[in-house]
T-cell receptor
Framework: QKEVEQNSGPLSVPEGAIASLNCTYS??????FFWYRQYSGKSPELIMF????GDKEDGRFTAQLNKASQYVSLLIRDSQPSDSATYLC????????????FGTGTQLKVEL | EAQVTQNPRYLITVTGKKLTVTCSQN?????MSWYRQDPGLGLRQIYY???????DKGDVPEGYKVSRKEKRNFPLILESPSPNQTSLYFC???????????????FGSGTRLTVV
């Protein structure tokens, strides 16, 4: 079983729509949760992080965390073509150097 | 500008020829780490360092070495590269000595390595 799972996509949404990206994780001891955006051939860029159950909003982005269900999601409102990228879910746990464990990413395509 | 700098960006080498990929950060971060990214496998940690002279293995350390003699530098060494080490490599750093728990990572721009 993968430690952090994401649907690889591609997820296609029309411009202006809401994109919903999902992630599940296996380690119940996970403490911090991150969403990174990665354009092809580029380095991952941190979009949001969340530590507590519930929603966290930052501009057009909302991260949602449900620790009981071991589920993290990212909503992108008013999607733009520039949002087209791969979105990586990452989970930090204690132990092993407190590393980030990444999912394989979901490719998002925002169509005109 | 606060950043993590990796060099080179692209490298093609032959099997068995030792190489070093450099990584330097100017943010006074305690924690540094190396990842490799492969299609379908995602980002996997190679080695990490929680402070100067403190390094430890990640999930895929075989065939790699690291050193942390100074806080700002964390080079990745491939003593005898093989074709299965062809990958996209990222150096990352984190403000917290607690690794990724508090702040996540800042990534370098990546090194695309091809071993023939």
């Amino acid at each position: 079983q993968k430690e952090v799972e994401q649907n690889s996509g591609p997820l296609s949404v029309p411009e202006g729509a809401i994109a919903s990206l999902n992630c599940t994780y296996s380690d119940r001891g996970s403490q911090s949760f991150f969403w990174y955006r990665q354009y092809s051939g580029k380095s991952p860029e941190l979009i949001m992080f969340i530590y507590s159950n519930g929603d966290k909003e930052d501009g057009r982005f909302t991260a949602q965390l449900n620790k009981a269900s071991q589920y993290v999601s990212l909503l992108i409102r008013d999607s733009q073509p520039s949002d087209s990228a791969t979105y990586l879910c990452a989970v930090a746990s204690t132990g092993g150097g407190n590393k980030l464990t990444f999912g394989t990413g979901t490719q998002l395509k925002v169509e005109l | 500008e606060a950043q993590v700098t990796q060099n080179p960006r692209y490298l093609i080498t032959v099997t068995g020829k030792k190489l070093t990929v450099t990584c330097s950060q100017n943010m006074n971060h305690e924690y540094m780490s190396w990842y490799r990214q492969d299609p379908g496998l995602g980002l996997r940690q190679i080695y990490y360092s929680m402070n100067v002279e403190v390094t430890d293995k990640g999930d895929v350390p075989e065939g790699y070495k690291v050193s942390r003699k100074e806080k700002r530098n964390f080079p990745l060494i491939l003593e005898s590269p093989s074709p299965n080490q062809t990958s996209l490599y990222f150096c990352a750093s984190s403000l917290s000595g607690q690794g990724a728990l508090g702040y996540g990572y800042t990534f370098g721009s990546g090194t695309r390595l091809t071993v023939v």
